[in-house]
């Protein structure tokens, strides 16, 4: 799982107000080399949440990304592409969890993909009122 991937999920558990970011407990990481594209990159930049980059980053073992958020001016610098791209999309957790930060609840990684599915008791119930049958044809 690239760290763009988790930089865009969030726990769905029922209840939870604050479901991100997910914690990384990481067993595996492997780099993966993958061309970078500038103007990709300066596209999701606006998109990224940078605190919680940056964290993951380092839960991965890459310390090379700045601690202060990182503002658009950055974009012009070759360095800093460089930083964000292999962060972005070449670090990748293989093995571990990511965690809820509020309930604690574990999704298991395996193999680079995510288990989000959730317990029958975590799901938010939604009742859809199906309409009636001359509601239906009328």
């Known amino acids: ?48 949440e940078w ?15 700045p601690e202060a958020a990182a503002d658009s001016s950055m974009l012009n610098s070759d360095e800093f592409l460089q930083s964000f791209h292999h962060a972005l999309l070449e670090l990748h957790l293989e093995e571990g969890a990511l965690i809820c930060p509020e309930t604690g609840r574990r999704f298991p990684v395996t193999k680079g993909i995510p288990n989000m599915l959730l317990h029958e008791d975590e799901i938010l119930e939604i009742v859809y009122a199906l309409p009636t049958y001359s509601e239906a044809f009328l």
């Not at 993951?56 to 090379?64: E, L, N, P």
């Open 51 to 65: 605190k919680a980059l940056v964290d993951a980053s380092k839960t991965m073992g890459y310390t090379d990304l």
């Open 1 to 48: 799982m690239r760290m763009l991937t988790h930089n865009m999920l969030s726990s769905n558990i029922k209840g939870v107000a604050n479901g991100f970011p997910l914690r990384i407990e990481a067993e595996k990481v492997v780099e993966k080399k993958v061309e970078m594209n500038a103007d990709f990159l300066r596209n999701i930049f606006p998109k990224i």
